[in-house]
């Protein structure tokens, strides 16, 4: 297989910086790559780990989320509608309903 154009010039600029360069500084130029690379690994790995993290993560529907905060509140919530459970959270949190209005009477806590 013939050398064409581009690969001359690959080569032509590899033997002018090991002319240009001396050849102790090689290794440490090699070496500052190698980090390079591994930080850039290591780095592509968290992100790719953080992101598979969120996607394994359980999404909940909005009854769900209801719920769950009913629970944190220590609301019961078993034979109760769901308008029944939301205006007892909205209760809780210092907001009043008014016939499918809500209003803030203070500032609800988090």
Same mark, same amino acid.
């Given at each position: 297989?013939?050398?064409?154009? =581009?690969?001359? =010039?690959?080569? @032509?600029?590899? &033997?002018? &910086?090991?002319?240009?360069?001396?050849?102790? /500084?090689?290794?440490?130029?090699?070496?500052?790559?190698?980090? @390079?690379?591994?930080?850039?690994? /290591?780095?592509?790995?968290?992100?790719?780990?953080?992101?598979?993290?969120?996607? +394994?993560?359980?999404?909940?529907? +909005?009854?769900? /989320?209801?719920?769950?905060?009913?629970?944190? =509140?220590?609301? *019961?919530?078993?034979? *109760?509608?769901?308008?029944?459970?939301?205006?007892?959270?909205?209760? /809780?949190?210092?907001?009043?309903?008014?016939?499918?209005?809500?209003?803030?009477? +203070?500032? @609800?806590?988090?």
């Amino acid at each position: 297989m013939a050398i064409h154009e =581009l690969e001359w =010039l690959i080569i @032509a600029v590899i &033997v002018t &910086v090991l002319i240009l360069w001396d050849p102790g /500084k090689i290794p440490k130029i090699a070496k500052a790559i190698a980090e @390079a690379k591994r930080e850039y690994e /290591k780095a592509v790995a968290s992100l790719s780990e953080q992101l598979s993290s969120e996607e +394994g993560k359980e999404h909940l529907t +909005g009854d769900e /989320k209801i719920l769950e905060i009913a629970g944190e =509140l220590g609301i *019961r919530t078993e034979g *109760r509608t769901r308008e029944e459970i939301v205006k007892e959270i909205l209760e /809780k949190l210092g907001m009043q309903v008014e016939e499918g209005r809500e209003t803030v009477e +203070g500032e @609800a806590t988090s």
